[in-house]
């Protein structure tokens, strides 16, 4: 099975939800900045490469674990991954889609203003890792693991 997680922004919550589901960040504890700092594509993806489906991991269960940038394209992406799937009569079944729009807060918003719009990242980053900390046991819960 393939599992995609995808968000607006590839470059954060989907690294730290994939990580999670991989086992390579920890349940139990909030993660210090610099643990979400290393993690690889974590505020390291550029506009040019949201769109593209990439590999994080395989998880305990042997299922491949991705993330996916989509913009503003949650759904149309989703349809079109589905419909190619189902055109190359595989079992689109086989996908699952994680939206992580919904797993937020204020600092991740205003991060990501600064980060996507303004092109200020370096403040952008300090306040999405902020904001994710300040989640990070909500979404840990809403992981499908």
Do not use: W
Not at 29 to 47: H, M
Not at 89 to 110: K, P
């Amino acid at each position: 099975m393939k599992i995609i997680y995808l968000c607006y922004e590839a470059s954060f919550l989907p690294v730290v939800a994939a990580n999670i589901h991989c086992k390579l960040l920890s349940t139990d504890k909030v993660p210090s900045t610099e643990e979400l700092y290393q993690l690889p594509y974590y505020g390291k993806l550029f506009s040019h490469q949201q769109g593209r489906i990439i590999p994080i991991g395989i998880d305990t269960k042997g299922n491949q674990v991705y993330i996916l940038g989509t913009r503003n394209g949650v759904n149309i992406v989703r349809r079109v991954i589905k419909g190619l799937l189902n055109i190359f009569s595989y079992n689109s079944n086989q996908v699952i889609f994680c939206d992580l729009r919904n797993v937020r807060n204020s600092l991740i918003c205003l991060g990501l203003f600064f980060y996507c719009t303004l092109k200020i990242k370096v403040l952008g980053t300090f306040l999405i890792t902020q904001g994710i900390k300040k989640i990070y046991s909500q979404l840990v819960k809403s992981l499908e693991i």
